[in-house]
């Protein structure tokens, strides 16, 4: 029964992400990774992927591990794409439920639970979970990021096996793609490592040669990606705020992490602290409660490394939130099983019963901003068939986070500004511009 009832769950998370999908369109950065960016033509085959790469990899950043799979999904029918990353976030919940499961195969509670908090507090999920190329980015990015820790999670808990034998080259292999992956949260995920090797020394244990081989492959992965030349350059042209010395620009974007950290995550973060609290005064597992909080602070890592840089989009909160979300998973198969089991499972349906009242809510408003993108497509192809190549049109407002549109570049007032031009490129039209908001 239990078996059958974790397998609903996930059918269910499934149909939810897939509906979701078919309902949001291509946008903004669709658009443009729709093109070869080394000859400028639109990708058609397998064999333009990697010439592509490699000039994104000079010109624009080094995630090229992530838009790969960009490039590749638009070559493909939309309906591909939306069931593949319908797939995917089934991924990301069986990855945070490997990471937080206690000694029961198939524990529900703990699957609707953080089913429910992925669908709650997943930042931005329109745009992180939905858009093809920010899914691709961020919930690809964040899923691969976290399967590469299991191994590190099992080895602060005295479970499972490490990566040993022929699996050990493929495991590295993946280490350094994940490192490639974020420039936050792979560096986040290195620190979760760290923390695992530190606990080996401090029960003066030596770390395996597999943990520094880990750490190794993922550290040169991110330098890949953090010192590409496209990276660089980007960087260079972002400038430094007017009047601010080097200590007062750290601190403002350190102000914007902060917020950010307010604004998008205050309720997970308390939401670890009771748990965590909680888990202390009932006897949890000491184990658990140092790797709960081993996540909790690698969330906290992943969001103040965007004091780096000036410009954080809330996009960019995805893997910090998944790490405090696996913080809190982590105590709730102790907590269910210890004097507060009531409360929590009261706190768990709660949380599944908000996610399907804010799934229900935000259906309608997805299927208008759906049909309105449709309506745009069908005006904008009528007048292109009629002869008229530069079309004047409406931009799309988004509604709720859960769609792509809000806060995302739609087509402007301004005809050469790049979502504008390979709008117009995609549908076959000399300029495109906007006169009015919908």
């Known amino acids: 029964m239990k078996r059958r009832l974790f397998i609903g769950i996930l059918i269910l998370f499934w149909l939810v992400f897939w509906v979701l999908n078919v309902l949001t369109p291509l946008l903004s950065d669709d658009y443009r990774y729709a093109y070869s960016f080394a000859t400028g033509e639109r990708m058609t085959h397998l064999s333009q992927l990697i010439p592509s790469m490699a000039a994104h990899y000079q010109s624009f950043n080094g995630r090229v591990v992530v838009h790969f799979f960009t490039q590749l999904m638009l070559m493909m029918d939309k309906s591909v794409f939306n069931v ?12 945070l439920y490997r990471l937080c499961r206690g000694d029961e195969r198939h524990d529900c509670w703990l699957l ?37 820790l299991v191994p590190w999670r099992d080895s602060m808990l005295g479970e499972g096996r490490a990566p040993n034998g022929r699996l050990l080259p493929l495991w590295l292999l993946a280490c350094a793609l994940m490192g490639a992956t974020s420039e936050n949260s792979s560096p986040a995920a290195v620190s979760l490592m760290l923390l695992a090797m530190g606990r080996h020394i401090h029960h003066k244990q030596r770390p395996a ?29 972002d400038g430094t705020i007017a009047g601010a ?29 009771a748990l965590f609290t909680l888990g202390c005064f009932m006897g949890v597992n000491r184990a658990r409660l140092f790797t709960s909080a081993c996540l909790f602070a690698c ?32 105590l709730i198969p102790d907590l269910l099983r210890a004097k507060a089991a009531p409360a929590v499972a009261s706190a768990v349906v709660c949380a599944a019963f908000l996610a399907a009242l804010t799934f229900m809510s935000i259906l309608p408003s997805n299927y208008n901003r759906f049909q309105e993108f449709n309506a745009r497509a069908a005006s904008i ?3 292109r068939d009629a002869g008229n190549l530069n079309i004047t049109t409406y931009h799309i ?19 050469d500004y790049w979502p504008n031009v390979y709008f117009a490129r995609y549908y076959g039209l000399e300029s495109i511009v906007i006169n009015e908001y919908r």
């Open 112 to 148: 609707g639970a953080l089913g429910a908090l992925v669908f709650l507090f997943a930042p931005i999920p329109g745009q992180t979970m939905l858009w093809l190329d920010g899914a691709c980015n961020y919930l690809w990015g964040t899923t691969l990021i976290l399967w590469v």
């Open 397 to 415: 407002l988004g509604n709720t986070t859960y769609d792509a549109f809000y806060q995302n570049s739609d087509i402007t007032d301004a005809v």
């Open 299 to 330: 969330g906290l890592v992943a969001n103040f490394s965007m004091v780096a840089v000036a410009f954080y989009p809330t996009r960019a909160l995805m893997g910090a939130m998944m790490l405090l979300l696996a913080a809190c998973g982590m």
């Open 245 to 273: 010395s080097l200590p007062g620009e750290l601190l403002m974007n350190f102000q914007t992490a902060t917020n950010m950290l307010m604004n998008e995550a205050l309720v997970p973060c308390c939401l670890f602290l």
């Open 209 to 237: 040669p597999w943990m520094w081989l880990g750490v190794g492959a993922a550290c040169a992965g991110w330098l890949f990606m953090a010192l590409s030349p496209g990276t660089l350059q980007r960087l260079s042209n």
């Open 381 to 383: 192809a009528a007048e």
């Open 84 to 95: 593949l990353n319908a797939g995917m976030a089934v991924l990301l919940l069986l990855v």
